[in-house]
């Protein structure tokens, strides 16, 4: 294990988190919360975290230890046991941040032997500060889209009763309903909210085999997310809730590809004629999809059909961490090269849904990679999601396939961007075509 650079400001550690077996948290005097990117620890203060933004979550870890900065002895130290309290076990406390904020650091920790594998979220380094919980993230997209306080579930309840009127045949709507009330999806909730963006979910199916898939995990001993969508909708289905969303909402998107479905690619012979009644009846609305660009062909068609932005998913730009994670079937990493070039002809906004984990990401190698990659294919926007995997496991398998170098950080690895490509926009959320060019 590696340790970065002290921070000068000595004073304004934050003070380190942690839970009994109870799940209580409590702070522990005398020690800094600290972070971790990959082999490299990084200790928190003030000025190198913000207030833990509202809607994030605290998660406790088990079978595992804290890994802390005694700030007496000036050392890292694996904690088994409160120190104010030896015959107490203690553990660790994770972030699970808000849309729209990057993880900068993962919460510092060790497992114990044979500990499971976590469940399906990202894992942000936490501690506290001045009276607050404070996250090692950075703000990438202010946008209110995905805010809870916004999304009230009252509010909801009054939609899903008013479309249920609408369209009570629709069984999409059906499925949607079950995406915002039983599982919280904000985008399934925003459709019946009458506001941003609606999900199109159609695929059955997908032709990766993502380690992180949130609607499909087999034989792995964590459960996944939400269940994937069980039947494909039809044309006029989809259209009659594309139009219906589009209809009400100024600046809407209506997109294709959800964490409850496979790949929408899989499923053209479908979306290829929805789209097409969407733009019988108007041009308004941003018609996306968000897919793993692996049938470039296939891509062609919803182009010709109307399809105005895309969105690929990748955790890496090079192709062995692509594979490594997504494990495709039937298809490979320069399919996806190939369905950006395509989208950047037809001259579509193209976005890269780009699964970021510190330690991985932000390393030189990366960098490179992403560097070479934006000024062959100059793709219009990124969006910084995190990765919801165990980062421990996750950089066990990297490692296993190629050699990381020291972590430059999240927020210089942006920056970085910024300065070398101007025009590249920084983002979460699916733009509207007003604002694809702004």
């Known amino acids: 294990m590696r340790f970065n650079k002290p921070a000068t400001k000595t004073n304004t550690w934050v003070t380190a988190v942690v839970a009994n077996q109870n799940g209580e948290i409590f702070e522990l005097e005398g020690y800094a919360a600290v972070g971790m990117s990959g082999n490299y620890l990084c200790r928190l203060h003030a000025d190198n975290t913000r207030n833990m933004p509202y809607g994030s979550e605290l998660m406790f870890l088990p079978d595992r230890r804290p890994i802390v900065f005694n700030l007496q002895t000036g050392k890292f130290e694996t904690l088994k046991k409160n120190p104010y309290s030896p015959h107490e076990s203690i553990f660790p406390i994770a972030a699970f941040?808000?849309?729209?904020?990057?993880i900068?650091?993962?919460?510092?920790y060790r497992e114990c032997e044979n500990a499971g594998r976590l469940p399906l979220f990202s894992y942000g380094a936490v501690g506290w500060f001045q009276g607050k919980f404070k996250s090692a993230v950075i703000l990438v997209d202010p946008e209110p889209r995905q805010d809870l306080r916004r999304m009230k579930r009252e509010d909801v309840v009054a939609g899903v009763k008013q479309m249920r009127k609408i369209m009570p045949?629709?069984?999409l709507r059906r499925h949607l309903e079950r995406c915002a009330l039983k599982y919280g999806c904000p985008a399934g909730k925003n459709f019946f909210l009458g506001r941003y963006e609606a999900p199109l979910p159609t695929a059955k199916t997908c032709n990766a085999r993502c380690l992180g898939c949130l609607s499909l995990?087999?034989?792995?001993g964590v459960p996944h997310s939400q269940d994937r969508i069980a039947f494909e909708p039809s044309p006029t289905e989809i259209a009659e809730v594309a139009l219906?969303?589009?209809g009400r909402v100024k600046k809407s998107v209506?997109?294709?590809?959800?964490?409850?479905?496979?790949?929408?690619?899989?499923?053209v012979d479908v979306i290829e004629p929805a789209i097409r009644q969407i733009r019988s009846q108007t041009q308004k609305g941003t018609i996306n999809v968000n897919t793993n660009g692996s049938l470039p062909e296939q891509l062609k068609t919803l182009f010709d059909a109307g399809?105005?932005?895309?969105?690929i998913s990748m955790n890496s730009v090079r192709k062995d961490l692509y594979d490594l994670y997504f494990r495709p079937k039937g298809y490979t990493f320069d399919d996806v090269l190939k369905s950006i070039g395509i989208a950047l002809e037809r001259n579509r906004h193209v976005a890269i849904n780009y699964l970021n984990c510190p330690g991985v990401t932000d390393t030189p190698q990366e960098l490179n990679a992403l560097i070479r990659l934006l000024k062959n294919y100059p793709i219009h926007m990124i969006q910084w999601r995190n990765l919801n995997f165990d980062p421990l496991r996750y950089w066990k398998l990297i490692n296993g396939a190629t050699q990381q170098g020291e972590p430059i950080g999240m927020g210089n690895l942006i920056e970085k961007l910024r300065k070398q490509f101007p025009k590249l926009k920084h983002g979460y959320f699916n733009p509207?075509?007003?604002?694809f060019f702004d």
């Open 307 to 311: 399809l105005d932005s895309i969105r």
């Open 244 to 246: 219906m969303h589009i």
């Open 104 to 108: 900068a650091h993962i919460s510092a």
């Open 217 to 220: 995990q087999q034989n792995t």
């Open 432 to 435: 509207p075509k007003d604002k």
């Open 169 to 171: 045949h629709n069984r």
């Open 254 to 267: 209506v997109s294709f590809g959800q964490g409850c479905e496979g790949d929408p690619l899989l499923t």
């Open 97 to 102: 941040n808000s849309p729209g904020y990057v």
